[in-house]
C-alpha cells in the first residue's frame, strides 16, 4: 500500500482529510470538534477519506479515540441513533479497511524517523537528534519544545530570563506564560522573544534564520557582527513583531516577512506530527527535505525529471512511499546505485517532456 497520497486541484476531500488526521494528531480544540463534526456530515465520502488517510499513516487508532463509546444498556433507538453518527460511519468503514490490511505486507527500503521524548533541567541542558529522528522536550517551566532530525539545542533556565540557544536544524516551542522570566530563543544573528505564542524556529539553510508564528505573537531582534574584525559587539536591528501565520526569514542585507492560510501553516508544520506535506512542488525540491531525514540519497538519473510537480502526504524519512508513487503515478523507475544511493530515470512507458 501506498501511503504517500496523491490529490489533484479538483480533488480535495483527501487533501481536507489529511489535514484533519493531522489537526486530531495534535489536539482538536474545542471549537474544531463542530468544525469536524459538520465536515464528516457533509458528505459519506468524508469519512471514507478520513479512514483511508489514517489507515496509510497508521494512525487509524486516532479515529478511534473520537468515536462515542458504545454501551450495552440502552434503547435500540439509543444505539441505533448513535450508530448513525459520522463517527461511528468512520469507525465502521475503518474495521472495513482494517480486514484487508492486516493482510497486506511490503518490503521496506527505508525505515521512518522516530520520535522519542526527554525532560530538561534547569542549568545548561544540551538535546540532539540524528539523522531521521525526532524528538519532543518537556521544559523544567512546563513549556515544550519539538525538535525536528539532524537539530540540536541549549536549554539554560538557571538565570532571570528562560534561554535556549538554536545550534543547528529545527525546533517548534510551545511557551508557558511568565511575565517576570521573559523566554528566549537564540539562533546564529536572531533573538526571539515569546510574548504567549508557540513558533518554530530553523536553521535548515545556516546563513537564513527563519521564524514561524503558528499561535499568539512574538517579538524578533536581529544583530549581526561589527564589521571589524576583532569586534566582537553586535550590532541590533530594530525589533519587530510577527503574529500567528507570518514567515519571516532573516539574511544579511534584511528580513523578507511573508503570511500564510491556516492551511498552509498546518501543511508547513506537519513535520511536528512526523509527516510531510508537499503541494504542487518540483520533484527536486521534495527530494531535498526527504533528504533531511534519511542517510538515503535519491538521485535524479534524468535532469527532465526536475519538471514533475509532486503533491502527497507521507511519513518523514519514508523513502519507499516516494518510490512507490512516483512509479505508480509518472512510470518513474529507480534502481540501487549503492548501498544508500537511489538513481531515478523516467520509465520507457512515460517520457518526462
Known amino acids: 500500500m501506498n501511503n504517500l497520497l496523491r490529490f489533484r486541484h479538483k480533488d480535495l476531500v483527501r487533501e481536507e482529510a489529511a489535514l484533519w488526521v493531522v489537526r486530531i494528531k495534535e489536539g482538536l480544540a474545542p471549537e474544531q470538534e463542530p468544525e469536524l463534526d459538520a465536515w464528516l456530515r457533509k458528505h459519506r465520502d468524508h469519512g471514507t477519506a478520513l479512514v483511508e488517510v489514517a489507515t496509510a499513516w497508521d494512525e487509524l487508532d486516532l479515529i478511534a479515540q473520537l468515536a462515542p463509546p458504545i454501551h450495552a444498556s440502552g434503547s435500540f433507538a439509543d444505539r441505533r441513533a448513535r450508530a448513525r453518527t459520522p463517527l461511528a460511519y468512520v469507525l465502521v468503514a475503518a474495521l472495513v479497511v482494517l480486514v484487508g490490511w492486516f493482510g497486506y505486507a511490503r518490503h521496506s527500503i527505508q525505515t521512518a524517523g522516530t520520535q522519542r521524548e526527554a525532560q530538561s533541567r534547569p542549568q545548561g541542558s544540551v538535546f540532539e537528534t540524528a539523522v531521521g529522528e525526532q524528538s519532543k522536550v518537556r521544559l523544567s517551566d512546563g513549556s515544550t519544545a519539538s525538535l525536528n532530525t539532524n537539530s540540536g539545542m541549549l536549554v539554560d533556565f538557571s538565570g532571570t530570563d528562560r534561554k535556549i540557544e538554536l545550534r543547528r536544524g529545527e525546533a517548534h516551542f510551545s511557551v508557558e506564560p511568565d511575565d517576570k522570566r521573559p523566554f528566549v530563543v537564540l539562533a546564529r544573528d536572531i533573538a526571539v522573544r515569546a510574548l504567549g505564542t508557540a513558533f518554530n524556529v530553523s536553521l535548515t539553510n545556516v546563513d537564513e534564520p527563519e521564524v514561524v508564528v503558528t499561535a499568539g505573537r512574538v517579538s524578533v531582534l ?115 546505485q549503492q548501498q544508500d544511493r537511489i538513481i531515478l530515470t523516467a520509465g520507457p512507458d512515460h517520457p518526462v517532456d
Open 222 to 336: 536581529s544583530h549581526r557582527r561589527g564589521r571589524d574584525a576583532t569586534s566582537t559587539s553586535p550590532t541590533y536591528g530594530k525589533a519587530i513583531e510577527l503574529s500567528a501565520g507570518d514567515i519571516a526569514t532573516f539574511k544579511e542585507a534584511g528580513q523578507s516577512i511573508s503570511r500564510v492560510d491556516e492551511k498552509s501553516l498546518d501543511n508547513r508544520m506537519a513535520w511536528t506530527s512526523g509527516m510531510m506535506v508537499f503541494v504542487d512542488e518540483p520533484l527536486e525540491q521534495v527530494i531535498a527535505e526527504l533528504g533531511r531525514y534519511t542517510t538515503t540519497k535519491v538521485m535524479l538519473g534524468d535532469p527532465a525529471l526536475k519538471q514533475i510537480s509532486v503533491a502527497g502526504y507521507f511519513r518523514v524519512g519514508d523513502v519507499d512511499a516516494l518510490l512507490f508513487a512516483l512509479a505508480a503515478n509518472f512510470g518513474i523507475s529507480w534502481h540501487r
